[in-house]
Nanobody, 127 residues
């Protein structure tokens, strides 16, 4: 029984920062690539970042590259997303995802590539 839970969302002004956390249970943490997705109202869920099993390979979508940083500590079964220089267009529900493979695939930004999902945490960036 795999459980993925993300937290850390909230309301922040433009230019501010938030750090999202994701914990997983029921899995061998270092056997999984992990990713972050977000979904704004009326839009499809989009992948924004992916980390391979040990954090040696990280990927970002263009909209967040340079502002967001993905990291993980397998000993703590925890994944983070540090979000800096937040913009109103970052407002969305943010989801943690896991796949039982060591690497991010070439299609990591698509939802079909992932097996397990958290419940989501809301990030709202005000102007």
């Amino acid at each position: 029984q795999v459980q993925v839970v993300e937290s850390g969302g909230g309301l922040v002004q433009a230019g501010g920062s938030l750090r999202l956390s994701c914990t997983a249970s029921g899995l061998t943490f270092d056997n999984y690539a992990l990713g972050w997705f977000r979904q704004a109202p009326g839009k499809e869920r989009e992948g924004i970042s992916c980390s391979n099993w040990n954090g040696s390979r990280k990927y970002y979508t263009d909209s967040v590259r340079g502002r967001f940083t993905i990291s993980r500590d397998n000993a703590k079964n925890t994944l983070w997303l540090q979000m800096n220089s937040l913009k109103p267009e970052d407002t969305a529900m943010y989801y943690c995802a896991a796949r039982p493979y060591s690497s991010c695939s070439s299609s990591w930004a698509g939802v079909d590539d992932w097996d397990y999902w958290g419940q989501g945490t809301q990030v709202t960036v005000s102007t």
